[in-house]
């Protein structure tokens, strides 16, 4: 079966830090990867999308970044972040071709 | 831009009574989809509708897909306590467009 992996789970991170969010998804091949935003209490912005390795698609300009060096793994980066960066961020994927997508344990990032 | 509008926001009902939420899209969609989010967790992907029109059920559960493809509905039969969270839905255009909608938080008070 398939499993989706991010760490950490909770972040504390000051204001102009660099970050760097890993999300890995086993048991299946050639996956799309989604990164996700959700602020508190609110609904969930899409961030990226990769529908292969190296092939990145950006859905809101921002200060982050993604990167897929791997088939299964996804990373958002950060040079500095802001303190609208905190919030709830969630990797998912989905299967070639297909739109279900599912959603990791998700990581929260506070900036101060 | 495209929107994807929820209603209500919020919904407290007594356990056994119904809830229902609404979803309407500023454009045409491929497909819509739904979640479930319990308080602290993640989303899990509930249901998937493609066809305009489709109706579909899963247990209490039951989906819309409208004619028009730009809206959608959830309609939960006699509410158990573990109904509780929040239900999105997501809807989908062009290739890997999602655009989620604001979701309803749904509180069951037994």
């Known amino acids: 079966s398939q499993t989706i992996h991010q760490w950490p789970a909770t972040l504390v991170q000051p204001v102009g830090s660099p970050l760097s969010l890993e999300c890995t998804v086993e048991?299946?091949?050639?996956?799309?990867l989604y990164w996700y935003r959700q602020a508190a209490g609110r609904g969930l912005q899409l961030l990226f999308y990769?529908?292969?390795?190296?092939?990145i698609s950006s859905e809101v300009p921002q200060n982050l970044s993604a990167s897929r060096p791997q088939d299964r793994q996804f990373i958002l980066s950060s040079k500095k972040l802001l303190l609208s960066d905190s919030g709830f961020y969630l990797c998912?994927?989905?299967?070639?071709?297909?739109?279900?997508?599912?959603f990791g344990p998700g990581t929260r990032l506070t900036v101060t | 831009g495209q929107q994807v509008m929820q209603i209500p926001q919020y919904q407290h009902v007594q356990e056994g009574e119904d809830f229902t939420t609404y979803c309407n899209s500023s454009?045409?969609?491929?497909?819509i989809q739904w979640y479930k989010q319990r308080p602290g967790g993640h989303p899990v992907f509930l249901i998937q509708?493609?066809?305009?029109?489709e109706v579909k059920k899963q247990k209490r559960l039951t989906f819309q897909f409208g004619e028009a493809k730009k809206n959608s509905s959830l309609h939960i039969t006699a509410t158990q306590t573990t109904d509780v969270g929040t239900y999105f839905c997501?809807?989908?255009?062009?290739?890997?467009?999602?655009?989620f909608g604001t979701g309803t938080r749904l509180k069951v008070l037994a």
């Open positions: 997501a809807g989908v255009w062009g290739t890997y467009k999602y655009i």
């Open positions: 998912a994927w989905s299967l070639r071709g297909t739109y279900e997508q599912y």
């Open positions: 048991g299946t091949s050639n996956p799309n």
């Open positions: 454009t045409t969609l491929s497909n």
């Open positions: 990769s529908v292969g390795i190296g092939q």
């Open positions: 509708l493609v066809k305009s029109g």
